[in-house]
């Protein structure tokens, strides 16, 4: 199949928390059809081995192509670091992939070069050395420092936020030594743009807070404009599928979307 511009773009996450990617995509590219699918019968990603990730990504991706998306967003920092290279070898030309890490790595590349980077996310994340096998790879002069903060992403979905328990635990994981002091902070989890003012307030603009959804969103649009695949005509509804759906999912959604939207189930042993 050759991918066509009124086809919509596919975004995958092992939840809802990857919602803020695609919040961040609708706001760059709002002629853009949406697609998304939340894993929500096998989240956590983050304490997930690789080999289980990459399994679930094979069959939302197959849900995604049966829908003819163009591009397939892997929002999922865990599945980014787990699942991308199988993807794009398994999709082939069916669609382009993108994932929510190489985004990032362009900018630091553009941005930090000698600078010292930290960069916090789930344990799956942080354990596969994802950032800094990239930044080897392209001989990037940044010192890297990084940090499983596997508490943040269950705080932020409880709504415990902007409040006096996230802050204290937000402190406690930014003071760790293992980060130390930094130029700028990678935010590498769907959750964390939630606060990223919390964040920004622990540093007192002494480290630049760097959103991944933001990067991710704006990678995606350069892409689409090069290939000739931007959408002309009006988005059509999108639609949200859920491999488990519950209430609270769907309430869940307002946090990272912004406004509400209604939730499909669609268990992936279809
Ligand atoms: N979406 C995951 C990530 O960005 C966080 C939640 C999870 O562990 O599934 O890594």
Redesign the pocket.
Known sequence: MNPSSHHPIGIF???I??LTVAHAIKNILPHETLIYFGDTAH?????KSEAAIQAYSIKIANVLLAKKCKVIVIA???ASSASYELLKEYVGREAHIINVIDPMIDELEEHYKNATVGVI??K??IQSNIYSKKIQEKKLPIQLRTLPTPLL?PMIEEGFFNNQISKEIISQYLSDAALGRLDALVLA???YPLIKNEIEEYYQGKTTVLDSSLAAARTLHRYLSSAGLINTSQAETPHFFVSDYTESFEMATRLFFGEAVKLESYPLWH
Not at 43 to 47: E, S
């Open positions: 996450d092992s939840g928390g990857g989240l956590p990603y983050g304490d999922c920092h865990s996310g789930t799956r994340t992403a989890c769907t959750h």
